[in-house]
């Protein structure tokens, strides 16, 4: 396993940033000069590719830290990603820095240019939690030409909800709402809001395929079924899963396996 921190100059950003990168590799209990085991890890083809989003209050380290997500990248013989956003739920902020932007251009090409990951759409995925969650499905939905599957846990999915929600004080949270985006009080209907953007995908023949899980203690886990009811209703190609857990590593490091699994299969 290769794990990296790598730090660049991001032209989008402008700023140096910091970047966590797996690659896996051949382990001590493989024949590594077993040319059958190292096709195995197809770094000519190009690596399937995850990139992995944080909630509020994270940054680029939360994965690494708090989950065992390199063994499982390991194990699944595929590459992570994992940025920072800080809390701007992955946006080109109205007042602020360009991270739609950065994620959806500047990343991917600084990753496919540097690592041995695949350009192709069907082996790039996205996933995230909370925020991240949030940000996987918007990232996947407004540019449904990079991603072939998108997975949400726990996810702040009601973007709406969201701010009205804060806007009433019924939920302390970091965001810089009137940063982030011009017109707050108006984002139902726009291409902030994830059923928006999923009608146009579909009316399109784009969309993404999707996964939703969310723990029945969660304190968005209501926002999280009525997404899901929406969502259904509109017919979407979308795998819900809930069980027991709240809004934590726990629940989360637990759903990254089957999401993984989920992404992988052929």
């Not at 240019?113 to 407004?142: H, N």
Request: aromatic content about 14%.
């Amino acid at each position: 396993m290769a794990s990296m921190n790598c730090h660049y100059y991001s032209a989008t950003l402008k700023n140096n940033i910091s970047l966590n990168v797996v690659i896996p590799s051949p382990q001590g209990n493989e024949q590594i000069v077993d040319k059958s085991v190292q096709a195995q890890y197809g770094y000519e083809s190009g690596l399937p590719v995850v990139y992995l989003l944080h909630g509020a209050y994270g940054d680029y380290s939360s994965w690494m830290r708090y989950s065992n997500v390199e063994r499982y990248a390991q194990d699944r013989r595929c590459a992570l990603v994992m940025a920072s956003a800080g809390n701007n739920f992955y946006q080109d902020m109205y007042r602020g820095l360009a991270y739609r932007k950065f994620f959806t251009e500047e990343l991917p090409t600084f990753i496919t240019s540097v690592f041995p990951v695949s350009k192709k759409r069907e082996d790039t995925y996205i996933a995230g939690f909370s925020m991240g969650g949030y940000g996987a499905w918007y990232l996947a939905l407004s540019t449904p030409d990079l991603y072939s599957k998108a997975a949400s846990m726990s996810g702040a999915l009601d973007i709406v909800a969201s701010y009205e929600q804060s806007a009433s004080g019924i939920i302390d949270n970091p965001f810089p709402w009137n940063d982030i985006f011009e017109h707050p009080e108006a984002l139902a209907g726009g291409d902030r809001d994830l059923f928006e953007l999923y009608r146009r995908c579909q009316e399109n023949g784009t969309a993404p395929s999707l996964y939703q899980a969310c723990g029945t203690e969660d304190f968005l886990y209501k926002m999280n079924q009525e997404a899901n009811s929406r969502m259904k209703n509109m017919g979407a190609d979308l795998i819900y899963e809930e069980g027991p857990g709240g809004h934590n590593w726990d629940f989360w490091d637990k759903y990254i396996q089957k999401i993984l699994d989920w992404m992988l299969e052929k």
